[in-house]
């Protein structure tokens, strides 16, 4: 299995304003991805992050208000930016090693924007 | 697109009471599927995967199937304790390394 920590655990944040999320995995791992889960809602895609190389967004995620970074295969970010309330979730990393099909995912961070 | 059902929403049993809950999904062309649970403002933690070519996983008092055929898997939890009450989710993975698709989720409360 991998153990997975996310920083910070939550956060309540201004209107307007930028928040990096960090995800650190205890081992390398190929595949790492970003979730986000809205209040009362189930878990939604925002992208793929891949080492060395651009991250691969989904449908209604773009770059410019959802920046990730991958530098190395234990690390990501994730930043929102310019920050609204309809941003207010939790957003969770996940992981799957080349060793299994299972994903694991961290502990989430839980955002709130006022 | 593979759309994920779980049904019921939210469920409610006596402590001790064996339970099903239940996950369909439109497209069969799935990888594996997996079930999660999710205490309140927490992360996932991972409970049992199935690979498309299996029939069911077990682990402890849970069992997972899975008729890939017609789109659909239960989790049968046994002896329901208090402890087991929590958010299962279900998801799908149509490729090896790509995205799961999740379903809304029953929300599951144990009664003592």
């Known amino acids: 299995s991998a153990v997975i920590s996310q920083k910070p655990s939550r956060d309540i944040c201004q209107r307007g304003t930028s928040l990096t999320i960090q995800c650190q995995v205890d081992?390398?791992?190929?595949?790492m991805f970003w979730y986000r889960q809205q209040p009362g809602q189930s878990l939604t895609l925002i992208a793929t992050?891949?080492?060395?190389?651009?991250?691969?967004?989904e449908s209604g995620f773009v770059i410019d208000k959802f920046p990730i970074s991958r530098p190395n295969l234990t690390f990501s970010t994730l930043t929102v930016s310019n920050m609204s309330p309809e941003d207010s979730s939790i957003y969770l990393c996940?992981?799957?090693?080349?060793?299994?099909?299972?994903?694991?995912f961290g502990p989430g961070t839980r955002l709130t924007v006022l | 697109k593979q759309e994920v059902t779980q049904i019921p929403a939210a469920l409610s049993v006596p402590e001790g009471e064996n339970l099903v809950l239940n996950c369909s999904f439109t497209?069969?062309?799935?990888?594996?599927l997996q079930w999660f649970r999710q205490d309140p403002g927490k992360g996932l933690t991972s409970l049992l995967l199935?690979?498309?070519?299996?029939r069911e996983q077990t682990s402890g008092r849970l069992n997972a199937s899975l008729d890939k055929s017609s789109g659909r898997s239960t989790l049968y939890i046994a002896a329901s304790q208090p402890g087991d009450s929590a958010t299962y989710l279900c998801?799908?993975?149509?490729?090896?390394?790509?995205?799961?698709?999740f379903g809304e989720g029953t929300q599951l409360t144990v009664n003592p």
């Open positions: 992050a891949n080492q060395g190389s651009e991250a691969t967004y």
């Open positions: 199935i690979q498309s070519s299996q």
């Open positions: 996940s992981v799957e090693t080349s060793f299994t099909d299972t994903q694991y």
């Open positions: 497209d069969s062309a799935i990888y594996n």
């Open positions: 998801a799908v993975q149509e490729t090896s390394g790509s995205r799961l698709t």
């Open positions: 081992s390398q791992v190929t595949m």
